[in-house]
């Protein structure tokens, strides 16, 4: 084999499988809508028309629906990977969605070290969310005054809820469909690889704005969204490993888990 031949087929191989068959902007549209409606429609619509009829407090009643919508992403996103790769084996799986190592973005080798690039993105999103959140989302409360939340996650602070560990387990089902198998797989791990094809360079951005107007179930919140959604996308783009964006959207759970095991223990809401 020629030399030339051999760096050829060297550089072949360094060509992550997730670069190639892009997807079209109608295809990428396509999936946004596919999971942003049913998600709308699960938070506005679904939850008033049943709650009358359901014995559960409202506020788990409007979650569980949430939940729904983030387990009917999970659904889309095994058949979208089982579409294109004709299995669902963890291996054909792992690599398509960048669910690996972060990878060098020179070399293509990976590199656990470079984990330590997560600290940027998780002190960015500590600053939007403590000290910028506000104003960020300032312009949605003035030009949309009416605009409120169905419900709030507050309204399940109170004493019914003491000792009931059940709301334990619904959390947790609410966090791996929200921080793995639901909204992390299908943005950051279907539609981020093969992004590049219509938005090149700034896919990573392109899926934040894409991922943030999915949140039509909060759309009061949109300028944050967005503003969060790029510390999800730019490591994961980057270093093409979706655990990254995981770690860092995962982080954002930890007070829910906190005040959720609070409410329980009778710390808070007496």
């Known amino acids: 084999m020629s030399t030339q031949e051999l760096t050829a087929t060297n550089n072949a191989q360094r060509v992550p499988v997730a670069t190639t068959d892009q997807y079209t902007l109608w295809q990428i549209l396509g999936i946004w809508g596919l999971v942003s409606l049913p998600m709308a429609l699960l938070a506005w619509v679904t939850p008033p028309i049943i709650i009358p009829y359901i014995p559960l407090h409202p506020g788990v009643t409007y979650w569980l629906s949430i939940i729904a919508g983030m387990m009917w992403q999970f659904i889309v996103a095994l058949a979208i990977v089982y579409r ?58 003035w030009l949309f005054p009416a605009l409120k939340p169905p419900y709030e996650m507050s309204q399940l602070v109170t004493p019914e809820f003491h000792g009931q560990w059940w709301l334990l387990g619904v959390l947790l089902v609410s966090h791996l469909f929200n921080y793995v198998l639901g909204e992390a797989f299908l943005w950051h791990g279907v539609l981020l690889p093969k992004m590049q094809g219509v938005f090149g360079k700034y896919d990573w951005v392109a899926n934040a704005v894409l991922f943030g107007f999915y949140h039509l179930h909060k759309p009061w919140a949109l300028p944050t969204v967005i503003a969060t959604n790029l510390a999800y996308s730019w490591p994961a783009r980057r270093f093409r490993s979706n655990w990254m964006a995981v770690i860092v959207h995962g982080v954002e759970g930890i007070p829910g888990l906190v005040m959720t095991l609070a409410v329980i223990l009778g710390l808070i809401g007496s």
Not at 106 to 115: C, E, G, I
């Open 84 to 141: 294109e790769l004709g299995t669902l084996r963890w291996s054909a799986i792992r690599r398509r969605t960048w669910l690996q190592t972060p990878r060098d973005p020179k070399t293509d080798q990976p590199n656990a070290r470079l984990y330590w690039w997560l600290i940027p993105p998780l002190l960015y999103n500590a600053l939007i969310g403590l000290t910028l959140a506000g104003y960020l989302d300032a312009p949605m409360g």
